[in-house]
Structures are given as structure tokens and as C-alpha cells.
């Protein structure tokens, strides 16, 4: 049985940092991309980051390009967002997600496997 976990979500201050890791387990995806997504209350899935299968290239939602940074340890099979100069619009449910297909982009179709979240709360 395939698990992604995530971890890392809480309470931040705006302008603040938080890293979020999702660790998975049942397969092995060193050959195939990786993404993030968030849903706040009310609102669809949002695509936010995605990282291929050798970590070389990876693809940011406009909202978080230059604040956000998605990363990989494909030895430890994670992978990790880091979250700077947050914004209470960063509010959500944060969602790992993975692909069966060395990249993957901002579909959520595209991902066979999904965590079950962490919530990320960003004060004003």
C-alpha cells in the first residue's frame, strides 16, 4: 500500500517560514515526479509546486514563484516545500502528491498518489 505523509503544517506569522516534508512509503518514486498542491476552505485544489524525477527542474504556481521551494532526497524517497515570507492567502490544506511519469506539472490528473495533508495557518 502506497502512503505519502506530510508533515510540518501549523501556525505561522506572516512574512514568516515554514518547510513542510511528505514522506512516502509502499513505492519507490525515484523515477517519478513529485508535486504540492493546497485547498483552502471552499476553494478547488491548487497546483503550487513540481519537481521532476531527477530534481533538475521544477515548476511554481505564479502566486508562490520566488517564495516557495520544492526539493527532493530521492535516497530518503521525500520531498519537501520550502515556505518564505508567507501570506495569510497561504492559508490551506497543503496535499503531496505523486506521478507514476518522470514529470508531472500542474494537473491534478496527472498524480496517481496523494497525502492527506497538513494545514498551514498564516497569521496577519
Known amino acids: 500500500q502506497v502512503t505519502l505523509e506530510e508533515s510540518g503544517g501549523g501556525l505561522a506569522q506572516a512574512g514568516g517560514s515554514l518547510t513542510l516534508s511528505c514522506a512516502a512509503s509502499?513505492?519507490?518514486?525515484?523515477?517519478?515526479?513529485m508535486g504540492w498542491f493546497r485547498q483552502a476552505p471552499g476553494k478547488e485544489r491548487e497546483f503550487v509546486a513540481s519537481?521532476?524525477?531527477?530534481?533538475?527542474?521544477?515548476r511554481y504556481a505564479d502566486s508562490v514563484k520566488g517564495r516557495f521551494t520544492i526539493s527532493r532526497d530521492s535516497a530518503q524517497n521525500t520531498v519537501s516545500l520550502q515556505m518564505d515570507r508567507l501570506k495569510p492567502k497561504d492559508s490551506a490544506v497543503y496535499l503531496c502528491?505523486?506521478?507514476?511519469?518522470?514529470?508531472?506539472?500542474?494537473?491534478?490528473?496527472?498524480?496517481?498518489?496523494w497525502g492527506q495533508g497538513t494545514r498551514v495557518t498564516v497569521a496577519s
Open positions: 502528491a505523486a506521478a507514476t511519469t518522470p514529470q508531472a506539472f500542474q494537473w491534478p490528473w496527472e498524480y496517481a498518489y
Open positions: 509502499g513505492r519507490i518514486f525515484t523515477d517519478d515526479a
Open positions: 519537481i521532476d524525477w531527477s530534481g533538475s527542474s521544477t
